[in-house]
Structures are given as C-alpha cells and as structure tokens.
C-alpha cells in the first residue's frame, strides 16, 4: 500500500506542471515569464521616432503563452519589468496574430500609420496563420490528453492503495502521458525556434525583435521527464506489492 504513494504524488507533480504550462499567462501577474516567446517592438518604435518625431503608439512587447497573447510595455530605459499588461481572454484555440495586434493597437490610438507604411512583413502572419498557431493548437490538444491520462493514473493510484498490484497497470496509463507529453513539447519546442527565428529573419530589417528564455521549455520537459520517471516507479511499485501480497496468501 505504502509503495504507491511515492508514484503517486510524482504523477500528481507532472499534472500541476502541464497545467501550468496551459495557465501561464492567464493573468497579467500569473506567471509572465513563461511565453512561448516574446516579439520585441521596440527597435519599430526607435526607428519611427527617429524618422517622424512622433512616438509610434503600440507595444512594447507581445507575449505568446498556450491560452493567451498579453501585451505590455517597458517600465523605463526599455527595460523589464513590463507594465500596463493586458492579456487576450483564455481560449482554447488561441490564435498569435502580430499584424492584428499592431494594427489593433494604431486604430485604438487613432493612428494615421498603418502596417504598410511600417512596411511590416506579411511573411510573419501568413506563418502564424498557414502553421504556427495550428501546430501551438496541435500541442495544446495533445497536452489535454495527458492531463486526461494523468487523472486517470491519479485516480487509478487511489484505488491500488487497496489493491496495490493493480498498480502495475498504471504503467500503461503513463506510457499514454508519456507519449502525449512528448509530442506536445516537440511541437511547442520546434515552433518557438522557429517562430523566433522567422520573426528575426523577416522583421529584423524594420526593427522586430523575437526571443524566449528556457522557462516554458524548462516547465515542459520536466512534466515530461517527471512522468518518465513516475512509469518506472509506477512499475516497481505495482510489482513489490504484488510480491508482498503473494506471500500473505
Ligand atoms: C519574472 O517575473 C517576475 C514577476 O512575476 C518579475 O518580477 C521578474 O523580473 C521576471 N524576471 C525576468 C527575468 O523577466
Ligand atoms: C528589445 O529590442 C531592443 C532593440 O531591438 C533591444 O535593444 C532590447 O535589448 C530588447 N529588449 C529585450 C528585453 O530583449
Ligand atoms: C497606409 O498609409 C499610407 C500613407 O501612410 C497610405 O498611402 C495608404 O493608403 C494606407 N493604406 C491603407 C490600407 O490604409
């Protein structure tokens, strides 16, 4: 009985961090850092004011999170911390669009510029609509799958407290997670280097800037490593107590 709650509670900490990976960025104060990646806007803006004397009235920063986009400005020097964050209500489908942020933000500041005459690249937003955001739903999708397997592990961990070597079929219920967890961090990794590197590539002449940190890599890799590791425990688990309860009867 006692061999269960170790796995247990390790298929309990892969579930709070794939949710984690959905939740960040639902809030303007929860967990900010871990975008998938952030577009950069203030080398525009330099370059704008340099040429018109007027400040270009948009971002500073768009941060793309798994439910959510949240814009935001530099507090001073063009450097973080970000203030004034509003974030786009949670979806399931949440879809990044540079362009529509842009021009979004000029028509509500009555702006005569518009994405032409910044000469914004078109190749930025067809990536998003023709791949990136269908690939993010993709990912998003295949977590959703993993959270559904990890309750059923959880649950299952309940029972096999009873019948402990039950808990030799969490296994199986694992190895599911394990291979969704899998495919949503690959998914979410290639996006973000390439998303980061498309947006460098076309946007850097004009001034756009993309980057990321590791964080929201760190948080899905270690779901998925977590949840390796939990299927092993899981199996030895179930095993001992298969053994224990043979020589009782
Ligand atoms: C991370 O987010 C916190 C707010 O939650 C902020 O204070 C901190 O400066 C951020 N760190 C970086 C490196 O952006
Ligand atoms: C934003 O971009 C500007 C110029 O493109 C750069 O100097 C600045 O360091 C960038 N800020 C961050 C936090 O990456
Ligand atoms: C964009 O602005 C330029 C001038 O800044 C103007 O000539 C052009 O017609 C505008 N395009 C649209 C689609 O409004």
Known sequence: MYSTILPELMSITVFILTLLCLQAGHTSTYMPNYSILSLNTTGLKDAYYTSTQADLPIHDIYNLYMMTTCSGYWSSNSSPPLEDVTCSPVSWYSKFSPSSLLLNDLQTHHSPTNLTSLSFP???QDAFDQRFNLQLHVAFIFYIIALFWLGIVILWGLITC???VLGSF???FVSS?????LIASAIT???QSQAVALINDEGGAIGLQAGYNNRFLALTWSAFAVNSLSGLVWGVA???SGLVRGSEF
């Open 122 to 124: 078109q190749g930025i």
């Open 162 to 164: 009873w019948w402990g």
């Open 170 to 172: 969490a296994v199986l």
């Open 177 to 181: 997670a394990s291979t969704s967890l």
């Open 189 to 191: 990794t290639a996006v």
């Open 238 to 240: 179930g095993f001992c």
